[in-house]
Protein backbone atom coordinates (compact mmCIF):
# COMPACT_ATOMS: atom_id res chain seq x y z
CA UNK A 1 0.00 0.00 0.00
CA UNK A 2 1.28 3.88 -0.39
CA UNK A 3 0.83 6.10 2.04
CA UNK A 4 -0.45 9.60 0.78
CA UNK A 5 -0.65 12.90 2.29
CA UNK A 6 -4.40 13.34 1.10
CA UNK A 7 -5.24 10.58 3.48
CA UNK A 8 -7.00 11.73 6.69
CA UNK A 9 -5.62 9.74 8.50
CA UNK A 10 -1.93 10.75 7.40
CA UNK A 11 -2.75 13.95 8.03
CA UNK A 12 -4.29 13.82 11.56
CA UNK A 13 -1.46 11.87 12.16
CA UNK A 14 0.56 14.81 11.77
CA UNK A 15 -1.54 17.16 13.17
CA UNK A 16 -2.00 14.97 16.37
CA UNK A 17 1.86 14.02 16.64
CA UNK A 18 2.73 17.92 16.16
CA UNK A 19 0.36 18.84 18.67
CA UNK A 20 2.38 16.74 21.42
CA UNK A 21 5.33 17.41 20.23
CA UNK A 22 4.21 20.94 20.73
CA UNK A 23 2.85 20.25 24.20
CA UNK A 24 6.05 18.36 25.28
CA UNK A 25 8.20 21.47 24.57
CA UNK A 26 5.51 23.84 26.75
CA UNK A 27 5.78 21.24 30.06
CA UNK A 28 10.26 21.99 29.58
CA UNK A 29 8.98 25.86 29.48
CA UNK A 30 6.56 25.22 32.39
CA UNK A 31 9.99 23.26 34.26
CA UNK A 32 11.67 26.49 33.56
CA UNK A 33 9.17 28.97 34.56
CA UNK A 34 8.26 27.46 38.10
CA UNK A 35 12.02 27.15 38.54
CA UNK A 36 11.79 30.54 38.26
CA UNK A 37 9.00 31.12 40.00
CA UNK A 38 10.40 28.88 42.90
CA UNK A 39 14.20 30.41 42.57
CA UNK A 40 15.46 26.93 42.44
CA UNK A 41 17.72 25.65 40.04
CA UNK A 42 19.58 21.95 39.37
CA UNK A 43 22.62 24.05 38.52
CA UNK A 44 25.37 26.74 40.40
CA UNK A 45 25.14 28.75 37.12
CA UNK A 46 21.57 28.76 36.79
CA UNK A 47 21.34 29.62 40.84
CA UNK A 48 23.57 32.06 40.39
CA UNK A 49 22.55 33.91 37.20
CA UNK A 50 19.09 33.74 38.75
CA UNK A 51 20.04 34.86 42.38
CA UNK A 52 18.34 31.03 43.78
CA UNK A 53 19.80 28.27 45.10
CA UNK A 54 19.94 25.01 44.33
CA UNK A 55 17.44 22.43 45.19
CA UNK A 56 16.73 19.12 43.70
CA UNK A 57 13.75 18.09 45.71
CA UNK A 58 11.21 20.98 45.05
CA UNK A 59 7.63 19.60 45.08
CA UNK A 60 6.12 22.28 42.44
CA UNK A 61 9.36 21.83 40.65
CA UNK A 62 9.41 17.61 40.92
CA UNK A 63 5.47 17.80 39.51
CA UNK A 64 6.19 19.32 36.47
CA UNK A 65 9.22 16.79 35.59
CA UNK A 66 7.41 13.84 36.79
CA UNK A 67 4.55 15.11 33.75
CA UNK A 68 7.23 15.75 31.20
CA UNK A 69 8.45 12.01 32.26
CA UNK A 70 5.71 10.83 32.18
CA UNK A 71 4.52 11.93 28.54
CA UNK A 72 8.55 10.71 27.25
CA UNK A 73 7.38 7.18 29.14
CA UNK A 74 3.95 7.48 26.54
CA UNK A 75 4.04 9.84 23.82
CA UNK A 76 7.24 8.41 21.53
CA UNK A 77 5.25 5.14 21.27
CA UNK A 78 2.18 7.55 20.30
CA UNK A 79 4.50 8.50 17.38
CA UNK A 80 6.34 5.57 16.21
CA UNK A 81 2.81 3.24 16.83
CA UNK A 82 0.88 5.54 15.22
CA UNK A 83 3.14 6.26 12.13
CA UNK A 84 3.16 1.36 11.86
CA UNK A 85 -0.51 1.53 12.59
CA UNK A 86 -1.24 3.86 9.79
CA UNK A 87 0.57 1.58 7.55
CA UNK A 88 -1.85 -1.01 8.48
CA UNK A 89 -4.43 1.16 6.21
CA UNK A 90 -7.10 2.08 8.88
CA UNK A 91 -10.31 3.79 7.84
CA UNK A 92 -9.43 7.41 8.50
CA UNK A 93 -12.49 8.72 10.52
CA UNK A 94 -11.61 5.76 12.70
CA UNK A 95 -7.91 6.75 13.38
CA UNK A 96 -8.42 10.51 13.52
CA UNK A 97 -10.72 9.27 16.31
CA UNK A 98 -7.95 7.58 18.08
CA UNK A 99 -5.15 10.33 17.23
CA UNK A 100 -7.30 12.69 18.49
CA UNK A 101 -8.43 11.22 21.51
CA UNK A 102 -4.58 10.26 22.35
CA UNK A 103 -3.66 13.59 21.78
CA UNK A 104 -6.87 15.22 24.29
CA UNK A 105 -5.93 12.35 26.84
CA UNK A 106 -2.24 13.50 26.56
CA UNK A 107 -3.31 17.57 27.04
CA UNK A 108 -5.58 16.52 30.16
CA UNK A 109 -2.88 14.64 31.59
CA UNK A 110 -0.28 17.43 31.20
CA UNK A 111 -3.07 19.95 32.71
CA UNK A 112 -4.37 18.31 35.56
CA UNK A 113 -1.05 16.84 36.66
CA UNK A 114 1.34 19.64 36.16
CA UNK A 115 -0.49 22.78 35.54
CA UNK A 116 -4.13 22.47 38.16
CA UNK A 117 -3.36 19.37 40.10
CA UNK A 118 -6.46 17.26 40.36
CA UNK A 119 -8.02 15.05 42.71
CA UNK A 120 -7.61 10.82 41.37
CA UNK A 121 -8.96 9.25 38.96
CA UNK A 122 -8.84 12.18 36.96
CA UNK A 123 -4.78 11.77 36.09
CA UNK A 124 -5.45 8.04 35.79
CA UNK A 125 -8.65 8.10 33.29
CA UNK A 126 -6.05 11.19 31.51
CA UNK A 127 -3.33 8.82 31.37
CA UNK A 128 -5.83 5.41 30.58
CA UNK A 129 -7.03 6.22 27.52
CA UNK A 130 -3.77 7.64 25.24
CA UNK A 131 -2.34 4.90 26.84
CA UNK A 132 -5.05 1.74 25.63
CA UNK A 133 -4.71 3.36 22.48
CA UNK A 134 -1.16 3.16 21.97
CA UNK A 135 -1.69 -0.58 22.93
CA UNK A 136 -4.44 -1.01 20.62
CA UNK A 137 -2.36 -0.02 17.45
CA UNK A 138 0.48 -1.81 18.94
CA UNK A 139 -1.51 -4.97 18.90
CA UNK A 140 -3.41 -4.16 15.18
CA UNK A 141 0.48 -3.76 13.94
CA UNK A 142 1.40 -7.15 15.47
CA UNK A 143 -1.94 -8.34 14.28
CA UNK A 144 -1.67 -7.34 10.81
CA UNK A 145 2.11 -8.37 9.83
CA UNK A 146 2.31 -11.16 12.10
CA UNK A 147 0.12 -13.12 9.18
CA UNK A 148 3.28 -11.92 6.59
CA UNK A 149 5.86 -13.70 8.94
N1 LIG B 1 5.92 5.63 35.45
C1 LIG B 1 4.54 5.72 35.85
C2 LIG B 1 3.81 4.45 35.35
C3 LIG B 1 2.28 4.47 35.59
C4 LIG B 1 1.64 5.76 35.10
O1 LIG B 1 2.07 6.37 34.10
N2 LIG B 1 0.60 6.20 35.81
C5 LIG B 1 -0.04 7.46 35.46
C6 LIG B 1 -1.53 7.44 35.91
S1 LIG B 1 -1.73 7.27 37.63
C7 LIG B 1 0.65 8.66 36.06
O2 LIG B 1 0.23 9.78 35.85
N3 LIG B 1 1.72 8.42 36.88
C8 LIG B 1 2.43 9.47 37.54
C9 LIG B 1 3.83 9.64 37.10
O3 LIG B 1 4.27 9.02 36.12
O4 LIG B 1 4.52 10.49 37.70
C10 LIG B 1 4.46 5.89 37.36
O5 LIG B 1 5.50 5.75 38.03
O6 LIG B 1 3.39 6.21 37.88
Redesign the pocket.
Known sequence: MVLSLEDPAVRSYIVYSSVLALKMLGVATLTSLTRGRRKVFANAEDAKAFHGKIKMDDPEVERVR??H??DL??IPAFWILGALYLTTGPAGAWATLLFRLAAAGRVL?TLV?AVVPLP?PT??L???VP?GINVYMGVQVVLHYATAL
Open positions: RALNENHYQRAAYLY
